[in-house]
């Protein structure tokens, strides 16, 4: 069990570039979530998967944001023409099925200047 | 899922017990009582949950209410590697997705 990975740990952009981030699940976790989280603030749901399909959305979740899990394993969050109040700590949570506790990754910092 | 009330900031000496509380009290039935923490630039951190039944685990102990309105957290000797900030969370099981407030940050002095 090496735990949840998320990379990069820290992203730097400018206003209006695209940005990826990736997150690698605990193996045979299936279901696998997106959060966000400005300071002073908890965490944010933005969207889940089970497996490769994305089962929820969060209305957060603006149409410049899009993530994938293409083979039901790593996946990746796309934020398109980054806004400077996209700017946060996105967390990568992963579980083995309903009935389990989530285990978080360590988190991008995404700052847009 | 239903609403928590955390006080935003406590203090615990290190050594003694750290007693953290939580109210509910709209939990409804089939919603169990989690706790998470998050320390400083990290991802919250799992430590307990429960549905009526008191919970101890190495971490922590999980106290609920009777009634289940509400719960405490006890750390039972608190070091300074506990200060964090210590998420109440109720859900049911078949929920999706945790939903965070605004927690209470811990801070365990010498």
């Known amino acids: 069990d090496t735990g949840v990975s998320q990379d990069p740990r820290h992203k730097i952009t400018k206003r209006g570039q695209n940005v990826t981030f990736r997150c690698d699940p605990i193996?045979?976790?299936?279901?696998l979530y997106w959060y966000r989280q400005t300071l002073g603030q908890g965490p944010e749901f933005l969207t889940y998967f089970q497996n490769e399909a994305q089962l929820e959305k969060s209305r957060l979740l603006s149409d410049r944001f899009s993530a994938e899990r293409p083979k039901g394993s790593f996946s990746t969050l796309e934020i398109q023409r980054t806004e400077q109040g996209d700017s946060a700590m996105y967390l990568c949570?992963?579980?083995?099925?309903?009935?389990?506790?989530?285990?978080f990754g360590q988190g991008t910092r995404l700052t847009v200047v | 899922d239903a609403k928590t009330t955390q006080p935003p900031s406590m203090d615990c000496a290190e050594g003694r017990a750290a007693n953290l509380p939580c109210n509910h009290s709209?939990?409804?039935?089939?919603?169990?009582v989690y706790w998470y923490r998050q320390i400083h630039s990290q991802g919250p951190q799992y430590i307990i949950h429960g549905l009526k039944n008191n919970e101890t685990n190495e971490m922590a102990s999980l106290i609920i209410t009777e009634d289940r309105k509400s719960s405490t957290l006890i750390l039972p000797h608190a070091t300074l590697r506990d200060t964090a900030v210590y998420y109440c969370i109720v859900r049911d099981n078949a929920g999706n997705m945790l939903t965070f407030g605004g927690g209470t940050r811990l801070m365990v002095k010498p």
């Open positions: 949570a992963s579980k083995r099925q309903e009935n389990t506790e989530a285990f």
């Open positions: 709209t939990i409804s039935g089939n919603e169990y």
């Open positions: 193996s045979e976790h299936n279901r």
